[in-house]
């Protein structure tokens, strides 16, 4: 059984950093995409920043030049880099990929981690 465990997350003040972790675990093949999204109080889950197998990624607008995700294939591990938060990052920001096993490409999620920015 594959499964995605987040960590990192917590309370931090305007203008702080935090470094998000999401380790893959479990019986599989290969890893593709691997993603961070957030989920706010009364908002739609948005797709904040991408990172393919081969390290091309994407962000949303909103997070460009503030945040960075990294992966370390090697321990199946994706990292979401934070910095100079604001009060609108706050949400809890839930782990996704795609991941080969048994022959079938799934997508899986982890069950997120609070971050919460004060201003």
């Known amino acids: 059984q594959v499964q995605l465990v987040e960590s990192g997350g917590g309370l931090v003040q305007a203008g702080g950093s935090l470094r998000l972790s999401c380790a893959a675990s479990g019986n599989f093949f290969s890893i593709n995409d691997m993603s961070w999204y957030r989920q706010a109080p009364g908002k739609q889950r948005e797709l904040v920043a991408q990172?393919?197998?081969?390290?091309?990624?994407t962000y949303v607008d909103s997070v460009k030049g503030r945040f960075t995700i990294s992966r370390d294939n090697a321990k199946n591990t994706v990292y979401l880099q934070m910095n100079s938060l604001k009060p609108e990052d706050t949400a809890v920001y839930i782990c996704n990929a795609q991941i080969w096993s048994g022959g079938v490409l799934r997508i899986h999620w982890g069950l997120g981690t609070q971050v919460t920015v004060s201003s």
């Open positions: 990172i393919s197998s081969r390290g091309s990624t």
